[in-house]
Every structure is written in structure tokens, then in C-alpha cells.
């Protein structure tokens, strides 16, 4: 199929009603996909779909320690041997449930699972789809609060967890009325390796258990149990609950997203036919599994029958995973990818001398081949230059899908030439099972998010009160989205789902977008988190963000104002590897004095120069004087899950920053109070 990438939407006719755009689907396929073939609806079909096309052949991999306790080798699962687990690990947690806990049901039941990426974790979530129950993923890095609330939400009676986890969920207990059993993923019955005279870790944790009245157990206990007493597959309806998804709102406590295994069916067919793949491909699975977009992108792999390999749980030492397993396929977000763009930025065309001004050629001749639609590769920079620099990531990877969060153009333009591969850009929401959004095989322009994938459709909303009309002349509103992929509701929230779904079965995305004449849609602003400064002026601070976020001296920031100030001012985490070599480009002296990262984000020399050059960048980009940041505070602790700053999507969390840098906010307002007013003289 040959995409027309000049015309990637269609308007369903007669579709426009006033006060909102026409309807508009992928223009490959007018027609909703719910799956790719009539023999898969549910996320189990989907796994056997990928088993009879690679029974013997590498399904999940991991990296071992090592005697040494070092990480080795992957080593791989078939399919065949994955099937197994799943049916053997299913089998013993419905056995347990039944018999063990005397609960009666044989399908609907919550089963949680918090760990890291792992195989464990794919193949309990399989398990749960084979015989009908459903997961409630908790986010690896949660606070004791959030866990208490999830669990208890959620009225979770067993939760599936790496060991790491069991103390966790322990010393908790007296706040988990519900919670009846603990399954450890990693092995619990160590006792013959404690020394001499000595009670196991093992032994120990069984013992706190017991005392606190909860089963404790582990996988490998319980797959052995269910191969003695194998249960027979029963599969969900289409249409029953697959996963009970938390998001990681940046406000509020998190909302249960209940989606079934239509919407899990139904995204990953509009990828099967927008982003594609082969047997031969190998995916690395590294973002939270907790979260939306790698749980569809894993289950990509698996229709396709190729392989996938975890990280080894550290994000510290992924670059090491990813040249051990050398993937064809990488998901990834643009805070991973605005780092590997400043570093091979440095060694390449910012890179002194002929090796910088050599680089600089390449670039620009591969960026020109790029926009008259030739392609990432070219046959004579490629050899001189960049087969060496897609040694990066492996040296493999075929495609990049990069989401969660908007990406520079000239970010993404220059990793698809230096990375040779092609690199999409896509769009969607927990809510809508990921899958929204997406470039077109063989996109040769950055900026914009693609045409809507073919599960869905996407209509744009009248927002008049910013000024956003579906009768401008390139149509402007809010998105929302609607297809098989769309969520049910809210979990015990009735309130919140009317404000999310309409009586139509729209999504309300809570984002502007526009329609651009190639029929792509880009993302131009923010309807929720936005607020009014003094003067009346709306401000979306997340657009601010992302548009500083495109210099590859701001590591992190966090733009704050409220409608008792005429001014925004943002709290900024610079690049530690970029801010030195900015400060010697722009600032000689300073540089001279050898100061440290944090000797140099303390210096109010670097802070004015890093505010005028966010100025220029903010200028550049359009922001209006109101939307730029008029003080800046530089910090050198990174925005986290752990210190609470960050969702597990990476998204600031607005009012704990809003706490947690209550100080510095006022100290920044009060040096602009103190500054004369420009106006009057």
C-alpha cells in the first residue's frame, strides 16, 4: 500500500455539525478497524495469533546476573514456553483463588501486578486474559499513598510482584482490608542458601506474612501446581474488562480507566497496519508496562510473532541493554530522545575542528534529501559517517515510535538522518488505549502528530472562549476521539466519565489541535491546566514547556504562574552535559572559573544567561511577551517518580511542584517586584 502522504485524512461526508469539524479517518482506511483478523479478540488471541507463526522460535528475553554479579546475555523463552507459563501460572492463581481464598468466581477477578518490566509480568497479564480476569497495574515507583489507594480502589485480594515489593505491601497491610495474597515473581524459598545457623530472607518474609494474615507464595510454586492441575481456557467476551488502568494524572488522585479487550484488540490492529513489523523484529521493552503505550507495543511484537527483550530494570544502564540486545523497534518518549540528541549532537556537528564541520555537511545534505522525500539513508555520508553513529542504539533499529509528550521537529529531523531509521511521532491517551494518532510510512516532515490510526476517528470541538473555531481556515478545536479503542468510563466515577465520554461516545481529549492542509493533525495547545494571569491572559503552561524544551540546554522545567501575577516564572533542571559548554560558548569568564554543575546553576551570571536564551528560544518559536518566562531558578535535582515531581509518563505533576518549590517561586516573584517597571520610564 502506497500511503498518499499529501492527503492522509478523510472527511466523512455530511459529518459537520456547528460548533465542531467534520469527522476525519485515516484516509487508507475509512472504515473503524476493531482487529486485523476475525479470529483475534482478546489480548490471549493476540498472543496465539503471534505463537502459531513462532512456536520454536525467541519470544521473551532477559538479562540473568551472572556469577559475578554482573548482568549476561539475553536468554530467550519460545513461544512455545511462554504458552506454557501462561496456561500453568493461570491454572495455579485460579486454583488458589477458588479453592485457597474460597472465592468462587471464575472470571472478573482483579489481579494486581507491580514490578518492573520482566517476563513475569507479560505472562501474568496473559494469564489473566486466558482465564478471564483482569490486572491493576501499579506503577513501580508509587508512594505508600498511592498504593493504598490503588489497592484499595480497586478491592485487589491478590497482587503478583517482584520480591523487592513484598515489605512494601506488608507494612501496609492493616491499611489493605482486601488483600488476601501476596505471589512473589522472583523465588521466596531460599533457605538452603542461608548460612549455617541462620533464618532465610525466605523464611522471614513467610513468617511476617503469616503474622499479618496473608498468603505468601511465589510463581514458580504456583505454575507447578496449576501443570498437576491444568484448568481448561476460559476466554473473556470482547467486550469484558481486560485491564483496570490507572492514569498518572498530574492532578488529583489517579482514575481507574476501565479498558476491555475490544480496545486492546482494536489499537493494536490500527498499529499492525500503521507502524507494522516482522518475525525477524525485536522490540526492547523499557517504559512502564503500568502505562498504556508499552503494554499495546509489547502486544505489537507478539501478532507479528517477533521477540521482545526487557531492560534490565535500571534506566541508568539501558544504553548497555540496548547494545547487548540490538533492536529493530524501539518505543521511546522525547525526554530519552532529547538526550541521545545532545549527545550525539556533540560529538557530530557540534563537535570542534574537521570532525564538526564534516558532520555539519553530512547533516545538511541527508536533511535535504529528507524534505524531497528521499529518505533517511544516503550511500556515500552514510559509510563516512553515520553507520558509526546509529551504533548509538545498537546499530539495528529499523523504527523509533516516540510518544507520550511532543519532540522538537528539528529534534526528530536530525535523529531520523544521524540514526538512519525511520522515526513517527504518535498521539493518544490511557483512555483511548494508546493508539490515536500516527505518522504515515515514509513521513518526511516533523511537527505534527499524523492522520488518526484506522481504529479510530477524530472530530475537533468548537473552544470559543480561546478563540479556537472549527471555521477557521485550517479547522481548530479541541480533540476527541471515538472508535472501538475508546474506554468505557471511570472506575466508581460517574462524574468523571461524563466529563470524559459524551452521549455520542466522544472522547474529550482536553487538547487543541488543528488540521494542517496534508490532513495531519498537530497538537497547538492545552485546554485543561490552563489558567488566567493577572491581566486576563489565558496560558497554557505545558505548551510553553515543550516549546524550551526544545533547547538542548533545558534537561527539565516546570513553567508556574496564577491569576494574582501579571508574570510566569519556571523552575528549570539545565542539561548537565550541555550547560558547560554553553556557558563556554556564551560566557568565557565564567567558564575560566572551572565551576562545578552546581556552581554553575548558583551563579546569577548563568541564570540571566540561560533566561535571555530561553527568551530567544520562546521568541523564536512565537510565544507572545505574556507566555514568556520572566525569571528562572535552576535546579540541579532532577524532576522524578521518586521526589514526586513526575508522572510514570514523564509529565510534571503541577501542584507538587507548585509545593515543593513554594520557596523559590515566591523568592522569584519577589525579584521581580523589586525590578523597575520598564513601562514607566
Same mark, same amino acid.
Given at each position: 500500500m502506497v500511503n498518499n502522504l499529501e492527503k492522509q485524512t478523510y472527511e466523512v461526508p455530511n459529518s459537520r455539525k456547528p460548533g465542531q469539524s467534520g469527522i476525519y479517518r485515516n484516509s487508507n482506511n475509512t472504515q473503524l478497524t476493531e482487529s486485523f483478523s476475525p479470529k483475534v479478540k482478546t489480548l490471549y488471541d493476540i498472543f496465539q495469533y503471534g505463537y502459531k507463526i513462532s512456536k520454536d522460535r525467541p519470544c521473551l528475553g532477559h538479562r540473568p546476573i551472572t556469577a559475578s554479579g554482573k548482568r549476561g546475555p539475553y536468554v530467550w523463552e519460545t513461544y512455545r514456553q511462554v504458552n506454557h507459563r501462561i496456561l500453568n501460572f493461570g491454572s495455579g492463581l485460579m486454583n488458589l483463588i477458588n479453592h485457597t481464598l474460597n472465592d468462587s468466581r471464575t472470571s472478573g477477578v482483579p489481579i494486581g501486578i507491580w514490578a518492573v518490566n520482566r517476563p513475569e509480568w507479560f505472562i501474568t497479564d496473559m494469564a489473566c486474559a486466558a482465564y478471564s480476569m483482569y490486572n491493576v497495574a501499579l506503577y513501580d515507583t508509587l508512594g505508600p499513598d498511592v498504593v493504598e489507594y490503588v489497592v484499595n480502589h480497586s478491592e485487589l485480594q491478590v497482587v503478583v510482584c517482584s520480591g523487592d515489593h513484598i515489605p512494601d505491601?506488608?507494612?501496609?497491610?492493616?491499611?489493605?482490608?482486601?488483600?488476601?495474597?501476596?505471589?512473589?515473581?522472583?523465588? #521466596?524459598?531460599?533457605?538452603?542458601?542461608?548460612?549455617?545457623?541462620?533464618?532465610?530472607?525466605?523464611?522471614?518474609?513467610?513468617?511476617? +506474612?503469616?503474622?499479618?494474615?496473608?498468603?505468601?507464595?511465589? $510463581?514458580? *510454586?504456583?505454575?507447578?501446581?496449576?501443570?498437576?492441575?491444568? &484448568?481448561? #481456557?476460559?476466554?473473556?467476551?470482547?467486550?469484558?474488562?481486560?485491564?483496570? $488502568?490507572? =492514569?498518572? !494524572?498530574? *492532578?488529583? +488522585?489517579?482514575?481507574?480507566?476501565?479498558?476491555?479487550?475490544?480496545?486492546?484488540?482494536?489499537?493494536?490492529?490500527?498499529?499492525?497496519?500503521?507502524?507494522?513489523?516482522?518475525?525477524?523484529?525485536?522490540? #526492547?521493552?523499557?517504559?512502564?508496562? +503500568?502505562?498504556?503505550?508499552? &503494554?499495546? *507495543?509489547?502486544?505489537?511484537?507478539?501478532?507479528?510473532?517477533?521477540?521482545?527483550?526487557?531492560?534490565? !530494570?535500571? $534506566?541508568? =544502564?539501558?544504553?548497555?541493554?540496548?547494545?547487548?540486545?540490538?533492536? =529493530?523497534? $524501539?518505543?521511546?518518549?522525547?525526554r530519552l530522545l532529547n538526550r541521545i540528541y545532545a549527545k550525539i549532537a556533540a560529538s557530530t556537528i557540534n563537535a570542534p575542528g574537521l570532525v564538526g564541520a564534516l558532520a555539519r555537511r553530512g547533516v545538511a545534505a541527508k536533511l535535504e534529501n529528507l524534505e524531497n522525500q528521499k529518505g533517511y539513508t544516503h550511500p556515500v555520508w552514510d559509510r563516512l559517517l553515520f553507520n558509526k553513529v546509529k551504533q548509538a542504539l545498537g546499530g539495528n533499529v529499523r523504527t523509533i515510535v516516540t510518544g507520550s509528550a511532543p519532540i522538537g521537529k528539528d529534534i526528530m529531523q536530525f535523529l531520523r538522518v544521524v540514526l538512519c531509521c525511520d522515526i513517527r511521532e504518535g498521539y493518544g491517551a490511557t483512555e483511548t488505549t494508546a493508539a490515536s494518532s500516527c505518522h504515515m510510512d515514509g513521513e518526511y516532515q516533523a511537527g505534527h502528530i499524523g492522520a488518526p490510526t484506522t481504529n479510530n476517528e477524530i472530530m475537533l470541538l468548537d473552544v470559543p472562549e480561546m478563540n479556537y473555531l472549527s471555521t477557521d481556515p485550517y479547522p481548530r478545536g479541541e480533540i476527541c476521539i471515538r472508535g472501538p479503542n475508546v474506554f468505557k468510563g471511570y472506575f466508581k466515577d460517574e462524574e468523571k466519565t461524563r466529563e470524559a465520554l459524551d452521549d455520542e461516545g466522544w472522547y474529550h481529549s482536553g487538547d487543541i489541535g488543528m488540521i494542517n492542509e496534508r490532513g495531519c493533525l498537530i497538537i497547538i495547545d492545552r485546554k485543561k491546566n490552563i489558567f488566567k494571569l493577572a491581566q486576563g491572559e489565558y496560558i497554557a503552561p505545558e505548551k510553553i514547556e515543550n516549546v524550551y524544551l526544545k533547547d538542548p540546554t533545558v534537561a527539565q522545567i516546570f513553567v508556574h504562574g496564577d491569576s494574582l501575577q501579571s508574570s510566569l516564572v519556571a523552575i528549570m533542571v539545565p542539561d548537565p552535559e550541555t550547560l558547560p559548554a554553553f556557558v563556554a560558548a556564551k560566557a568565557p569568564k565564567i567558564a575560566s572559573q572551572n565551576l562545578s554543575y552546581a556552581g554553575l546553576c548558583k551563579s546569577p551570571e548563568v541564570t540571566q544567561l540561560v533566561l535571555t536564551q530561553l527568551t530567544n528560544v520562546g521568541k523564536k518559536a512565537g510565544l507572545q511577551g505574556f507566555e514568556l518566562a520572566k525569571a528562572i531558578y535552576l535546579e540541579t535535582e532532577q524532576f522524578s517518580m521518586e521526589n514526586g515531581l513526575l508522572t510514570p509518563t514523564f509529565k510534571v505533576k503541577r501542584p507538587q511542584a507548585t509545593k515543593h518549590y513554594e520557596t523559590q517561586i515566591a523568592s522569584l516573584y519577589e525579584a521581580l517586584a523589586d525590578q523597575p517597571d520598564k513601562s514607566k520610564l
Open positions: 505491601l506488608l507494612k501496609l497491610k492493616e491499611k489493605l482490608p482486601n488483600l488476601k495474597a501476596i505471589i512473589s515473581m522472583d523465588a #521466596i524459598d531460599d533457605d538452603a542458601c542461608a548460612a549455617a545457623g541462620s533464618v532465610s530472607k525466605g523464611a522471614i518474609l513467610k513468617a511476617w +506474612a503469616e503474622e499479618k494474615n496473608v498468603l505468601l507464595t511465589d $510463581m514458580s *510454586t504456583l505454575e507447578a501446581a496449576g501443570k498437576k492441575n491444568r &484448568r481448561s #481456557i476460559n476466554l473473556p467476551h470482547p467486550d469484558d474488562l481486560a485491564c483496570l $488502568m490507572y =492514569t498518572s !494524572g498530574t *492532578t488529583g +488522585a489517579p482514575k481507574g480507566a476501565l479498558l476491555t479487550h475490544r480496545n486492546f484488540v482494536s489499537a493494536v490492529s490500527g498499529c499492525y497496519y500503521n507502524v507494522g513489523g516482522t518475525q525477524d523484529d525485536i522490540n #526492547i521493552s523499557y517504559l512502564p508496562l +503500568a502505562h498504556i503505550y508499552s &503494554r499495546v *507495543t509489547d502486544n505489537l511484537s507478539m501478532v507479528f510473532g517477533s521477540r521482545v527483550g526487557y531492560f534490565s !530494570g535500571d $534506566m541508568l =544502564t539501558l544504553i548497555e541493554d540496548i547494545q547487548e540486545l540490538k533492536p =529493530t523497534f $524501539m518505543p521511546s518518549v522525547p
